[in-house]
Structures are given as structure tokens and as C-alpha cells.
């Protein structure tokens, strides 16, 4: 088994996800949380368990400066902007194994999109991270995300239990999943995956209150944490929520 010690606590998990700027653009953005700094500020003084950042802004803000002593980095190795439309989506491989290892990160992850008619391409590309990555012992986190015109009206609680499965077969040391909106969902879901352990994703900004909430139903399952961007930077005391949410995710 690959040692996930280098990105948990007691076997549990906080990562500050700041991948956005790539996937929605600017958008998700003002003038504070577009700098690379605050947030990579928000991570260590918050004591998130790693950031989450693609090779560009690993390169320019955290490579060989003093936040790397600070905080793990986990770098994404693929990626996709949300403006092509009218196909499902297909997310390619960026940056390689080697190139992520040099900028100091100590786990790597890669998109999957389930149900996409270029799934095939996603699962094959991160067969082949998961086999560099296994034989230097770095874990990989799998983004296990349902997309594509072929899930239309399936069953959401069998397809985030068959993401988490597909994630155990592929070697996948930890996915990354949606909620599926309820306790039986997600805990079906954490069963499917067996021994890959679970982070659940934070997504659109929610009213506080509301967020921490679906954490504490989250937390009430076997998965090991979350993966939060936007409900944490996109808050106006990013390092109070991440503090709660840490107080709700290690109790
Ligand atoms: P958020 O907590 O901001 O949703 O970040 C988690 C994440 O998985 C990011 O890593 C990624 O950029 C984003 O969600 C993708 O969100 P979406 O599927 O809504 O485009």
C-alpha cells in the first residue's frame, strides 16, 4: 500500500482545491483570491493538509519559496477550461509525472470524467500516472467526476458508487467525489470504493451554515475528508471556515 502519510492526519484530510482559475476561468475570482499568495496563505495558516494547484502556479508561487515548507503540494496533472460546449468533455494529460515531482509535490492528481465518450482516453492516461507514481511510492487522487451525454437520467446514488468503484479497480490511492445529495447515497458510494479512501469536493459557494452541515453528514461516513475550494476562499473569513470545517472533518 502507498503511504498516504505525507497528506493526512490521523488518517483524515483537508486539501485547499485552487484549480479553478483553470477550469471556470477568472470568474471565480475577486481582487484577493486571485492571487496565488492569499491563497496559498489561507492554506498554511488554516493547516490544510495540502494544496491543490496546477504546474504553472506550483512553478511561479510555490516551487522553491518558503510556502513549499509549509504546506504538501498535491499537483493536478491535467486539465480542461469549461468554453468548449456541445461535446462531452475530455481532459488531457499536462504535465507529467517527473515535471510534478521536481516542483516538490508529494501526490498528484488527474480528472477522470465518467460517463464521457472519451472516458476511455482519461482512464488510460491515469492507468499510466497511477504505475510512475506507484513505483516512486506517491499516491494518486482520482477526480471521479460523472459528465457526458450517456448518464442523462441514470441513477445518481449507482453512478457516484460506480466512480468510486472505477477508482478502487484503476489503483486510485484516494478519489475525490461529488456529494450525491444524501447519507445512503455517499455512504453506498465509500463502501464501492473498499480500501481507496474518500474526499468529497466542495463546490458552487453555499451559505456557511449550510456547508458545514452537509460536512457533518459527510463526515459521517467512512470517507476520510474533503477537497474545498471555492466555499473556503470565496468566504470572507476563509481561515475561520477552514477551521470548522478541519474541527467538524478531525473530531
Ligand atoms: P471547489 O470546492 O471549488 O468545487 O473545488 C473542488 C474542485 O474539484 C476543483 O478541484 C475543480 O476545479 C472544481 O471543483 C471543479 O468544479 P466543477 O466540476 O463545478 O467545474
Redesign the pocket.
Known sequence: MISLDKITTRGKALYL?Y??G???GPS?FNDENIDPNFILDIGIKSGSNAI?LQKGIAEKYYFRSEHAKKIPLIL?LNGKT?LVEGQDPYSPLLCTVDEALDLGAVALGYTIYVGSEFESKMTSEFSSVVRQAHEKGIPVIG?M?LAGKSIAGKDKKELTAYCARLGLELGADII?I?YPGDLESLKWAVESAGKTKVVI????KEDEKEFLETAKTIMETEAIGM?????IWQNKNPIEIAKKLKEIIFK
Open positions: 482545491a484549480d479553478q483553470f477550469e471556470h471565480d491543490i493536478k469549461n477526480w467526476y475525490k461529488k469536493s466542495g463546490g458552487v477537497a474545498v475550494g471555492r466555499n
